[in-house]
Nanobody, 122 residues
Framework: QAQLVESGGGLVQAGGSVRLSCAAS????????MGWFRQAPGKEREFVAALEWIGTSTLYGDSVKGRFTISGDIAKNTGYLQMDSLKPKDTGVYYC???????????????WGQGIQVTVSS
């Protein structure tokens, strides 16, 4: 059964950087994209970035463009989210997810990790 596990979160000061990893096991052959989402307390889940598993296409949410970079290592079945110039508003639980479609909508992602906390202090 497919499983996604995030790692690399924690507490960081504003202006700092964090790299999240998402290790996928039992990857179904029809995965098309990996996405990153985040959710702050009391808010809806927000799209952060997406990456084609096989290809070079990427998508970014407007609030993270120019600061975050999504990448992946297909051979290792691992995706990454490099987060730079972090701001307190980036605080939240970050989730990686996998989809059979090229999409930025959470409803289209059928596989989810358990989530990992990232806290940015001012």
């Amino acid at each position: 059964q497919a499983q996604l596990v995030e790692s690399g979160g924690g507490l960081v000061q504003a202006g700092g950087s964090v790299r999240l990893s998402c290790a996928a096991s039992g990857r179904p052959f029809d995965w098309y994209a990996m996405g990153w989402f985040r959710q702050a307390p009391g808010k809806e889940r927000e799209f952060v970035a997406a990456l084609e598993w096989i290809g070079t296409s990427t998508l970014y949410g407007d609030s993270v463009k120019g600061r975050f970079t999504i990448s992946g290592d297909i051979a290792k079945n691992t995706g990454y989210l490099q987060m730079d110039s972090l701001k307190p508003k980036d605080t939240g639980v970050y989730y990686c997810a996998a989809s059979t479609a090229w999409t930025m909508f959470p409803r289209d992602y059928g596989y989810w990790g358990q989530g990992i906390q990232v806290t940015v202090s001012s």
